[in-house]
């Protein structure tokens, strides 16, 4: 069975941190480049960021350069977001998905292949 399943999600103050983890499982995860996608009802999926399948290729959404990181370990099949300065309106459905282009960060959600349930994450003012 193919899952990702995200953790790590909750309640932050405004200009808090947090970390997310994606744990995959049933899927070479060392072949695919990894993404970060956040969704708030009514909207459409937002790109966060993205790691390629080695972790040396990395790409994030104009709205998170600087305050955001994406990290992987393979052998662990984790990916990692961490997420410092946190804002009320990045409050989202945070998701982990999974595309086997592999070499590049694909930025448009119906690229991926793979994704998780999702996890909350909240933002107070």
């Known amino acids: 069975q193919v899952q990702l399943i995200e953790s790590g999600g909750g309640l932050v103050e405004a200009g808090g941190s947090l970390r997310l983890s994606c744990a995959a499982s049933?899927?070479?995860?060392?072949?695919?480049?990894m993404a970060w996608f956040r969704q708030t009802p009514g909207k459409e999926r937002e790109f966060v960021g993205g790691?390629?399948?080695?972790?040396?290729?990395?790409a994030y959404g104009g709205s998170v350069k600087g305050r955001f990181s994406i990290s992987r370990d393979n052998a662990k099949s984790t990916m990692y977001l961490q997420m410092n300065t946190l804002k009320p309106e990045e409050t989202a459905v945070y998701y982990c998905?999974?595309?086997?282009?592999?070499?590049?960060?694909?930025?448009?959600?119906?690229?991926?292949?793979?994704w998780g349930q999702g996890t909350q994450v909240t933002v107070s003012s």
């Open positions: 049933g899927l070479p995860f060392a072949e695919y480049t």
């Open positions: 998905a999974a595309d086997d282009s592999r070499y590049v960060v694909n930025q448009v959600a119906r690229m991926y292949d793979l």
């Open positions: 790691i390629t399948y080695s972790g040396r290729g990395t």
